[in-house]
């Protein structure tokens, strides 16, 4: 092994121990209905601020999302997005979500191809640093910050992380170990009630 994968190896590592500050679902909630007192712009910043939780989109994914990126997998909304790399992934999207961004398309005339979110990356650095300053929240909010939420949230509901390396884009389970450190022992608990055995 050179030199170079090894200093790779454990940086990789002592990412993977550090404590990953992530949001509450009560602070996001914040954050969505602060956008939504926005006179302008307020619906399409909620929606991203959705986005971005609910489906732990890096922001150049969620920037780069149309009409046409809303998909199907066996009966179920997903979207699908240019990842790292340029690799094509299917990301889960829950149903309610999915219908927001389809009306929403509607109300506004987009076309196929017409991005939901036309902003750059630091607009919406800055937009999510004023929802969060009028919404009291004392963390330094950003866009991956809630890719980290999501990522904590479907780690403590589902247990499962093999299936969130694949719902981020991860390419190695080692950037995923850091967010089981978030687990509670009532999580756990939780993940481990929902094991059934047939008799």
Known sequence: MSN????????????????????????VRLLVEEAKRR???????ALLVQ?????????SEALSLTPSSIREFEGKPALEVLGKGRKL????CPERLADKLRAYAYKKGLGPN??????NRQRAWQILKELAARAGIQKRVYPHLLRHS???ERLRQTGNPKALQHHL???STVMVM???????????LRIQQQVEFEE
Do not use: C
Not at 89 to 92: E, F, K, M, N, Q
Not at 114 to 119: E, G, L, M, T, V
Not at 180 to 185: G, P, W
């Open 51 to 59: 986005v971005l939780y609910q489906t732990g989109l890096r922001i």
């Open 39 to 45: 006179p302008r712009k307020g619906e399409r910043d």
């Open 178 to 188: 850091r967010y089981l450190s978030t687990l509670t022992q009532e999580d756990s």
């Open 114 to 119: 017409d991005k939901f979110f036309p902003i």
């Open 4 to 27: 170079r994968s090894l200093v790779s190896q454990r940086t990789a590592l002592a990412r993977a121990f550090q404590i990953v500050p992530y949001l509450t679902r009560e602070e």
């Open 169 to 171: 884009g991860h390419s």
């Open 150 to 152: 999501d990522a904590i």
């Open 89 to 92: 992934r299917l990301v889960a």
